[in-house]
């Protein structure tokens, strides 16, 4: 009999317990945790309920009861983190991005291969049960070729000049910041709902607040908006508030889209719209139970969430009857349990249901074809 997988979480923040909760949900052993230093470590170990507390990534990576290693800490970890985990034999589950750069995360990617081991990237808005139906009803041609991709992911949370979080530094985030946090979403999105490949980029990123007062203390993400530090400092910003991006698609379709974390009264506003040959779809992350359906030569119809209403073949992403709402945490939840279903199979070797590592590479070709050509000022092809 198969032993049940038991996962360390790495990071106590926000995503660190979102990922334990879904964990739960599905029945997979979240075994022991690691914070940032010790204090954060217990603490979080205590609220959480998880019975190891471990003082170093190593000896994470040394405990052979772990099956899985989830990161959720800060970017420029990720990499190095993944590596070491795949090298100690862990099936890895990471954050977006996958790393910094695209030459680290193919050798990542190699990694897991020749380690036979399972490695997801958590591109989790797929899991969006509307999403899922959207994808089959693409891929199965009920719209036509894919003609016109637009989409937008505005955000408020860094609206002020002082708001705070670990993404503005590049030396944590990352030198594109919009583009690497909420950017790879959406590319993620439009490509894999379309089957489609991004072949070329024009972008335009600018940065609206180019100092800001950042607090002399650590600030949790998402938290700022309900804090006021007593002492700040101020810090020169050299990552982007806002990106627009022009997109060429390997069918000869184009797209748009429009990122921003500046936007106000935008808390979490992803929505997508693909235009197609035959017809039109369009979600809205903040209304996700809802599918739009636009047509030329009949009444629009809006699809409500509904498993009876499904393609079969994606019913069983929607976990409750119609009329019961589902969103961002059922999301983690559901790619969770297509990631330690594929381990449990043990094929290693067929594809993988679930965002993978080779997802995460493709997505950082995408930013650093974007960080291109923002400087250039115009196209550049899509290496890789």
Known sequence: ??????????????????HTEALRRIGVE???LLGVDAEETAKATARFGIPKGY??????????????????????????????????????????????????????????????????????????????EARARIQSGMIGEPRILHAEYCQDWLFLPTDWNWRLE??????????????????????????????????????????????????????????????TEAVSIHTEDFASILLRFNNGARGVITLSQVSAGRKNNFWWEINGSKASLAWRQEEP??????????????????????????????????????????????HFADFYAYIAAGDMQRKPPFPSFADGWRELLLCEAVQQSARQGGWVQVSG
């Open 1 to 18: 009999m198969q032993q049940k997988p038991k996962v360390a979480i790495i990071g106590a923040g926000f995503m660190g317990g979102a």
């Open 30 to 32: 979240v075994h022991g």
């Open 55 to 132: 003082a170093s990534f190593d000896e994470v990576c040394a405990d052979a009861d772990i099956t899985a290693v989830h990161l959720c800490t800060p970017n420029y970890l990720h990499a190095a983190q993944a590596k070491a985990a795949l090298q100690a034999g862990k099936h890895v589950l990471c954050e977006k991005p996958l790393a910094t750069t695209s030459a680290e995360a193919a050798e990542l990617v190699q990694l897991a291969r020749q380690k036979n081991l399972a490695a997801a990237v958590n591109y989790s808005i797929r899991y969006y049960p509307m999403n899922q």
């Open 170 to 231: 590049p030396q944590q985030g990352g030198e594109l910041r919009v583009v690497g946090d909420i950017g790879t979403h959406v590319m993620d999105m439009l490509t894999w709902l379309t089957g489609l490949e991004i072949t070329a980029v024009m972008a335009d990123l600018t940065t609206f607040i180019p100092t800001r007062q950042r607090p002399k203390g650590e600030v949790e993400t998402f938290s700022g908006k309900l804090q006021t530090a007593a002492e």
């Open 289 to 334: 139970n809802e599918m739009w359906l636009g047509y030329r030569e009949k009444p629009n119809e809006l699809l409500l969430k509904d498993p009876a209403l499904m393609q079969p073949e994606v019913r069983r992403y929607a976990a409750y009857p119609g009329g019961h709402a589902e969103g961002y945490p059922d999301t983690f939840a559901r």
